[in-house]
């Protein structure tokens, strides 16, 4: 199994290093394209970056529907936002069965 990330090219890059497949995408086709590429690949685990998530939440949500791959939504270059506070509070919510974040103050 796999892991990928999908982002914008210059937040994804470095990831290569550690050896998880990087999908650069810049428009609607290459997030399609990407879509395909992981529906068609065996990947356990996609990270998408908050700003894909905010532009293409549609249509990557679809991917979270299934038990794989997990999708996680992790800061960009851009920093931590609502997108991956609300991403998170899901999963934990799935996996403990309760809300465990507490509100910011």
């Not at 999908?6 to 999908?23: C, H, M, N, W, Y």
């Not at 590429?37 to 998408?48: H, L, N, P």
């Not at 679809?62 to 931590?80: D, E, N, Y």
């Not at 936002?81 to 509100?103: Q, Y």
């Amino acid at each position: 199994m796999k892991i990928g990330i999908i982002g914008e090219k210059k937040s994804v890059l470095a990831f290569q290093a550690l050896g998880i497949q990087t999908f650069g995408v810049s428009n609607e086709s290459d997030l399609n394209i990407t879509l395909q590429q992981i529906r068609e690949g065996d990947f356990a685990v996609i990270f998408v970056t908050e700003d894909m998530m905010q532009k293409y939440g549609q249509e990557i949500e679809l991917l979270m529907r299934g038990a794989l791959p997990a999708v996680l939504v992790v800061p960009g270059v851009s920093g931590v936002g609502e997108k991956g506070r609300e991403s998170l509070k899901r999963i934990m919510e799935r996996a403990l069965g309760s809300d465990t974040l507490v509100a910011d103050p």
